[in-house]
C-alpha cells in the first residue's frame, strides 16, 4: 500500500474536478481525499495498491481525458510515500 499526493493545476475549481476525482478513485478501490487549496488549485491524496495510484494519476493528466474529467488540468506534481491509513473518498 501506498499514499500518492498530486497537487493539480489549471481549471479544476468550480468545475466538478473534486467529485470526479472522489469517482474515479473509488472506482479504482483508493482511499483519500480531493481538496481544494486557497491557490486555486487541487490536492489529491490517495492511498491503495501502486497500480491503481498510478492509473489515477494517468487518468488526472490524461489530456484529453478518456474518462470525461472536468476542467483542464495544465500540471500534475506528484509525491509518493508509505500509507498511513485512510479510509474512504472524500471531495471537500
Known sequence: MQRLTALV?????????????????????????????????????AEGERDALRQLLSRLRADPSQHGRPGRVTRVTDHWGPAEGVEGFAAR
Request: charged residues 20%; hydrophobic residues 35%; negative net charge.
Open 9 to 45: 493545476t489549471g481549471r479544476v475549481q468550480g468545475v466538478g474536478f473534486r467529485w470526479w476525482t472522489q469517482r474515479q478513485a473509488e472506482e479504482l478501490g483508493l482511499a483519500g481525499s480531493a481538496t481544494n487549496t486557497s491557490d486555486g488549485h487541487v490536492e489529491v491524496v
